[in-house]
Every structure is written in structure tokens, then in C-alpha cells.
């Protein structure tokens, strides 16, 4: 009988394969399970270093507050003016009448000579002073026009602004009156007010300092509070190891992508809580504007903390001591919200202090803040602060990479020797 015999001949392409894949899924789940590993670790070291704790939990969360109880009330009011009134007339004592009848200012006392109210004027009595020569009324009568002269203190911008706007104020509205009681014509009100107009304030209804200001500065905290914080570690680290090296010398921590990814988790997780409480819960506490949409904030503080956290393990590198973080980075604050472009337009600035404000995340996060929290922009409107927020998150995510990979050739190149 006819006998077949088959001969099967392993596949060999088919073995490689399966080996590659098993070999593939191994190096995943060793990753998988050494990024946690390392998220863990820095944890422990977060929670066990009280200096640490100090900068990413007190300070976020008690700034906020002492700052926005500092500026709360945003606005002034009943700021002390004296009066020097040489014309001793009805308009004079009218314009004092009326200008201690706005919310901003008090007319304390109406002083007999320039030189007593000066005097008060040192002595932080008062802060301005409202000077009416003795030709004011006579100049009213004769149709010419009257000077009234205001002497502020320019120490503080917002008792200035105060003395200011309420002068004005008055004055303007006598100017009208007037002006109509010398005009009897029918085209009287068109003459005297052309164009009439209501001022509206955008996004910041109160005119308050704080609600200009602080939604910068919680955003700096943000940014300040992981650098000296991360740094902070860093030095630790430093400090306890024989070679002054930045990791542990174990083999797990030269495995850099694992380690920089697994520390930058864990910091992550730490922050999210935090900018909750600073970003969104203080400015519901004190009513600053919120028109923002909430998932909006979201995904523009993400982009946001991982560059601030690369940026910060970046820094890192350079901290040989604890307390290097502070005496490097803690002055840099106030240039920081300057530079922004929060208190000045960026376009009035010089070239090169814009260049060196695009360096921190801290100047896209700032304007972005602001514009989606306080002005209720979209994704879309900021999208030039978001997609280059992404941009700093690769860039300091490489630069973070190659800090670490610097510190693993230079542990393993002392202990060969």
C-alpha cells in the first residue's frame, strides 16, 4: 500500500515572533511596574521630608488666603483728603460738598493755609489735599475758567486713583451745570454733552486690585512652590548620597524615561489637589470673576503643571544643598509676575525681556489663566498659550532627561574608578 509521510519543519519566523512578543510585553510590565515603584518612592520622600511638605502644602494652601484677606475690600474708600479753601465762596464749598459726598473720599477739616495742611499731610493726617485759590469764584462769574488743584500722596496708587476719579467726578459734573445756566437755548444739552457715555468695566466689575492681580500670582505659587520644592528633594538626595549623585545608585534608576515619567506622576497627583484648592475654591471664597468653564481650566492646567514639574526637575539638577532652591529661586518671584505681562503690557516690553519670559511656563500659564478664568475665553482663544505650554512640557521633558542621564554616567563612571 502507498504509504504518505509528512514531514512538519518548525517556523522559525514564527518563534522569533512569539519571542519578540513575549520579550515586548515583559519590558511593558517590568516598566509598568517600575514607574510605580519609583512614583511610590517619591512619594515617601515627599511625605517624610517636613521642609518639602512645607512649600507643597502650606504654602499653596495659606497664601492664597493671607494674600486675598490682604487686598479684601478690592476697592478704597473714605480716603482722608483736607481742604484748603482761599476762595471761601459758594462754588468752593459746593465742589467740597460734593466731592465728601462719594464713596472715595472723606473731607476730614478744611485747613486756614497750605502750610497746616502739609503739615497733616506729613504726618499721614491726610493723603491729599484740595486747593481752591481766591480767584476761583470770581473766574466762575466772569465766564473764565477756574482752577482747583489736588495734591496727592503718590506713596499709594490707589488712594491717588480714589482722590482722583472723584474729583473728576465733581468737577465735570459742575462744568454742566454751569454751562447750562449760562446757555438758554433749546440745543443747551447738546451743546453741553454731545455725546454722552456710560462707562462699563469688563471683567472686572469692581475695579479691584486683587481681581487684576491675584489670579496671576495663585498661578506663580503653582509654579514656585515645585521648583523649590522638587529642589529641595534634590538636594537631600545629594546630601545623603557618598557621590553627591542626583538617584539612588541602583540599577532600577538608570533606566532614565522610568524614572523621570515615575517622579513626575507623583508630583502630578500632589498638585492636582493643590491647584483645585488654590485655582478654583479661593476665588470662589472671595468672589473674584469666575466665567471660566471649569473642564476649560482642566485641560489648560495640565499642559500647564507638566512643564513646571520638567522645568523644576530640570532646575534640579543644579542643587547640591537644600537650601539652594531658596537663595536661587525665591527672588525670582516678583520678576517673574512682572515679566508676565500681567501689571504691563508685554508689547511695551523690550525684546530680549520677552525672549527670557518665554523660558517659565509661568508667563503662557499666567496670560491663559486669566483670560479663561476672569474673561471666559474658550480652548480656542488661547490656543497660542496652550499649544506652547505643550511645547516647554517636550522641551523640559528632554532637558529633565538628559539631567538624569548625566547624573547615571557620572555615578556609574566613580564606581568603576
Not at 473720599?105 to 499731610?121: F, G, N, P, Q, Y
Not at 462707562?199 to 506663580?220: D, E, R, T, W, Y
Not at 503690557?345 to 483670560?371: D, H, Q
Request: net charge positive; charged share 15%.
Amino acid at each position: 500500500m502507498p504509504c504518505c509521510i509528512f514531514i512538519i519543519y518548525p517556523n522559525k519566523n514564527y518563534e522569533y515572533r512569539l519571542m519578540k512578543r513575549e520579550k515586548t510585553t515583559k519590558i511593558i510590565v517590568e516598566g509598568i511596574h517600575d514607574l510605580f515603584y519609583i512614583w511610590k518612592e517619591e512619594f515617601k520622600h515627599v511625605f517624610r521630608d517636613s521642609g518639602v511638605m512645607i512649600f507643597f502644602f502650606i504654602v499653596p494652601l495659606t497664601y492664597p488666603l493671607i494674600y486675598s484677606f490682604i487686598y479684601n475690600p478690592e476697592t478704597t474708600h473714605e480716603v482722608e483728603v483736607v481742604a484748603v479753601d482761599n476762595s471761601n465762596s459758594a462754588y468752593s464749598r459746593e465742589f467740597i460738598r460734593r466731592v465728601n459726598a462719594t464713596p472715595d473720599v472723606r473731607i476730614t477739616t478744611v485747613c486756614a493755609s497750605m502750610d497746616e495742611a502739609k503739615t497733616m499731610l506729613n504726618k499721614k493726617e491726610a493723603y491729599g489735599i484740595l486747593s481752591f485759590p481766591s480767584e476761583f469764584s470770581k473766574n466762575l462769574h466772569m465766564g473764565k475758567q477756574a482752577t482747583v488743584s489736588l495734591y496727592c500722596d503718590m506713596s499709594l496708587l490707589l488712594y491717588y486713583r480714589a482722590m482722583l476719579l472723584s474729583a473728576t467726578e465733581v468737577s465735570i459734573e459742575m462744568n454742566k451745570e454751569i454751562a447750562a445756566f449760562h446757555l438758554t437755548n433749546i440745543f443747551s444739552d447738546i451743546q453741553i454733552n454731545p455725546v454722552p457715555y456710560e462707562p462699563i468695566a469688563l471683567f472686572n466689575p469692581s475695579n479691584g486690585f486683587a481681581s487684576f492681580l491675584l489670579p496671576g500670582v495663585l498661578m506663580l505659587v503653582v509654579q514656585q512652590t515645585l521648583i523649590l520644592g522638587i529642589g529641595m528633594l534634590a538636594g537631600t538626595t545629594r546630601e545623603q548620597h557618598r557621590f553627591h549623585q542626583l538617584t539612588p545608585g541602583k540599577a532600577l534608576y538608570s533606566r532614565i524615561l522610568r524614572v523621570v515619567t515615575g517622579k513626575s506622576l507623583a508630583y502630578l497627583i500632589i498638585y492636582v489637589v493643590v491647584c483645585i484648592w488654590t485655582l478654583f475654591v479661593v476665588p470662589k471664597l472671595f468672589s473674584f470673576p469666575s466665567v471660566g468653564g471649569t473642564a476649560t481650566l482642566f485641560l489648560f492646567l495640565l499642559p500647564y503643571l507638566f512643564a513646571c514639574i520638567f522645568f523644576a526637575m530640570t532646575l534640579s539638577g543644579f542643587m547640591h544643598t537644600r537650601e539652594s532652591p531658596m537663595m536661587a529661586f525665591v527672588f525670582l518671584s516678583v520678576i517673574l509676575l512682572f515679566i508676565s505681562g500681567i501689571s504691563w503690557p508685554k508689547e511695551a516690553f523690550p525684546v530680549y525681556w520677552r525672549i527670557l519670559s518665554n523660558v517659565f511656563p509661568s508667563t503662557p500659564g499666567i496670560n491663559g489663566y486669566v483670560l479663561i478664568k476672569s474673561c471666559g475665553a474658550t480652548l480656542n482663544e488661547v490656543a497660542r498659550e496652550y499649544r506652547f505650554l505643550w511645547l516647554q512640557t517636550g522641551f523640559y521633558f528632554i532637558t529633565a532627561c538628559l539631567v538624569y542621564r548625566r547624573q547615571v554616567i557620572r555615578i556609574k563612571k566613580k564606581t568603576d574608578a
